[in-house]
């Protein structure tokens, strides 16, 4: 009897676009952010995407200090972690690589491509904010280009790989696939190459199964046979792609960060909800979730015995 397939579950647990007063359920602060991690790992995620945030404003918060606060916690629950380069559109890419670059981790994001980055339609739907930062953070989104050019994801891609990190390839369009395929001839990636698929964000590939579909058909192309393929849905797209990708033999994250909702007009209690509702799918196709060891083995990970946290 075949063994059930493996799906690596990642799981993004508070980032840098919702703020704190849309849900009551969004980690800020370290005790928070910790506690999230440890449910989601306790739910069956292998993979910890991690942010930080300012503790009383709940702004994000890409400093090397700020990380401190977070990371020696998380990795004792044993999942893979996965510091972002992402940070936020208003940093520059040394700001937002920073913590990465310290801290050596197993695993960073890194984001294929500049783009339009539009969290402004969101003033339709929450209109009171605790804190001032809130609504202009949204607002001026309409006016931001999130920069990541070659040279930036050079920079980030050298220093990471010296340090051994390999990297969740975010790729938020078809363009961000034909820029990692000249990346990793130009750098000489070696080995598998973790690609994650992000549909639904206003700015980038939209989140129709079409849409679905032509990432992978093109990553196939591309990328042949050296990658693993994991989606991201924003907002309500969140299971439903999941679920695709579940059928389509990829991988799957989940978490606040991504999606504020377990289901059509209802929040989320934890990122962990959502990790267990991801499991009831793989269950429907016959798939289990990757351990963290597991999702290693698939991805060529150094270990957790060799970062610097």
């Known amino acids: ?8 579950i990642s799981c993004a647990l508070t980032g840098a676009i919702h703020t704190p007063s849309m849900s009551p359920h969004l980690p ?32 994000p918060d890409q400093s090397v200090e700020a990380f401190s606060r977070i990371l020696p916690a998380l990795k004792e629950t044993g999942a893979v972690i996965n510091v972002t380069t992402g940070g936020s559109p208003f940093m520059d890419v040394s700001e937002r690589a920073a913590p990465a670059l310290h801290y050596k981790p197993e695993l960073a994001s890194l984001n294929m491509g500049s783009m339009n980055f539009g969290l402004y339609p969101m ?13 202009s953070h949204l607002e001026n989104s309409k006016d ?14 050298g220093g990471g790989l010296k340090n051994g990190t390999r990297f969740e390839f975010e790729c938020y369009d078809i363009s961000h696939l034909y820029s990692l395929q000249h990346m990793a001839a130009r750098k000489g990636i070696e080995g598998t190459l973790f690609v994650q698929s992000v549909f639904g964000l206003l ?23 050296r990658y693993e393929w994991s ?15 579940a059928a389509m033999g990829g991988h799957i994250r989940v978490g606040l960060e991504d999606s504020l909702w377990a289901g059509p007009g209802e929040k989320a209690t934890s990122s962990a909800q959502q990790v267990e509702l991801v499991g009831q799918i793989l269950a429907g196709v016959g798939a289990e979730m990757a351990t963290p060891d597991e999702a290693r083995d698939i991805l060529g990970l150094k270990g957790a015995s060799e970062v610097n946290f």
Do not use: C
């Not at 280009?145 to 050079?154: L, R």
């Not at 980038?204 to 042949?224: F, K, S």
């Open 203 to 225: 700015g980038g590939i939209g989140g129709h199964p079409e849409d679905v579909q032509m990432m992978r058909r093109t990553a196939d192309r591309l990328l042949g046979d």
């Open 231 to 245: 989606v991201l849905g924003a907002g309500a797209n969140q299971l439903r792609i999941a679920a695709m990708s």
């Open 144 to 157: 931001v280009i999130f920069k990541n050019t070659f040279g930036d994801i050079e920079y980030i891609l």
């Open 28 to 59: 800020v602060t370290p005790d928070e952010i910790i506690a999230e991690g440890r449910r989601a790992a306790d739910a069956g995620a292998s993979i910890l995407h991690v942010h930080a945030r300012d503790p009383e404003t709940g702004r």
């Open 123 to 135: 003033l339709d739907r929450f209109s009171e904010f605790e804190h001032d930062w809130e609504r």
């Open 1 to 8: 009897m075949a063994k059930p397939r493996k799906v690596i």
